[in-house]
C-alpha cells in the first residue's frame, strides 16, 4: 500500500508556471507507475499526465502537451507535475495517483487528498 500527499497548488496568473509535488510513503514508490488528474468544479476528473515506473516513458493529455511535463524522482519517492503556460481553463484540484503495473489514463489503486491550482485571467 502506498499514501500519497499532494503539494505546491496556489494562485497563479495566466501565463505562470507552478510544480506540483507528491510524495509517497512506503518503500515500494518505484513499484508504481504514477499519473496526474484534475477535476475542475462540475466537472469529471479528467486524466493529464503519467510517468512509467522508471520514469522512461511519459503521457499527457491533448490539452496539457507542450505545457506540463511529469517526472519522478524514485529516490525521494516524489512525483512530479511541473506546469507551464497556465489557463483559466487549467484549473481545478489536481490529484496524483498510482497503480500496479505500465501507466495508463484509468485504474489508478491509490489516491491522493488533492491540491487546488487557481489561474486567474
Known amino acids: 500500500q502506498v499514501q500519497l500527499v499532494e503539494s505546491g497548488g496556489g494562485l497563479v496568473q495566466a501565463g505562470g508556471s507552478l510544480r506540483l509535488s507528491c510524495a509517497a510513503s512506503?518503500?515500494?514508490?518505484?513499484?508504481?507507475?504514477m499519473g496526474w488528474f484534475r477535476q475542475a468544479p462540475g466537472k469529471e476528473r479528467e486524466f493529464v499526465a503519467a510517468?512509467?515506473?522508471?520514469?522512461?516513458?511519459?503521457y499527457y493529455a491533448d490539452s496539457v502537451k507542450g505545457r506540463f511535463t511529469i517526472s519522478r524522482d524514485n529516490a525521494k519517492n516524489t512525483v512530479y507535475l511541473q506546469m507551464n503556460s497556465l489557463k483559466p481553463e487549467d484549473t481545478a484540484v489536481y490529484y496524483c495517483?498510482?497503480?500496479?503495473?505500465?501507466?495508463?489514463?484509468?485504474?489508478?489503486?491509490?489516491w491522493g487528498q488533492g491540491t487546488q491550482v487557481t489561474v486567474s485571467s
Open positions: 512506503g518503500r515500494t514508490f518505484s513499484s508504481y507507475a
Open positions: 510517468i512509467s515506473k522508471s520514469g522512461g516513458s511519459t
Open positions: 495517483a498510482a497503480r500496479v503495473g505500465v501507466p495508463k489514463e484509468y485504474e489508478y489503486n491509490y
